[in-house]
């Protein structure tokens, strides 16, 4: 069993910066792929961006370049460094956790956290 918990959402401007962090627990936490997803109000849950357990990272083109996924095995963390914040980057984010090599699918994740609200002023 994995518990996940999101923290760092808040309101910012547009072109600002947010850094949302992910605590788990469970000892078995690095052999997790630990995920991002978003949801705006009406929308599916969408895929940001994911690091595998060996640390290889995968981005939504329409986050590279501007998120970066990190994590700290020692600290059972992740964390997405948002920059260049948009307004369409509004939305609830969820870190998920999953042991499936497809990270990039939301069906693919076999724990989840209670989400995280960030809101991009324009």
């Known amino acids: 069993q994995v518990q996940l918990v999101e923290s760092g959402g808040g309101l910012v401007q547009a072109g600002g910066s947010l850094r949302l962090s992910c605590a788990a627990s469970?000892?078995?936490?690095?052999?997790?792929?630990m995920g991002w997803f978003r949801q705006a109000p009406g929308k599916e849950r969408e895929f940001v961006g994911a690091?595998?357990?060996?640390?290889?990272?995968v981005y939504a083109d329409s986050v590279k370049g501007r998120f970066t996924i990190s994590r700290d095995n020692a600290k059972n963390t992740v964390n997405l460094q948002m920059n260049s914040l948009k307004a369409e980057d509004t939305a609830v984010y969820y870190c998920?956790?999953?042991?499936?090599?497809?990270?990039?699918?939301?069906?693919?994740?076999?724990?989840w956290g209670q989400g995280t609200q960030v809101t991009v002023s324009s």
């Open positions: 469970g000892r078995t936490f690095s052999r997790y792929a």
């Open positions: 690091i595998h357990w060996s640390g290889v990272t």
């Open positions: 998920g956790a999953t042991i499936n090599i497809v990270v990039t699918k939301k069906t693919s994740y076999d724990y």
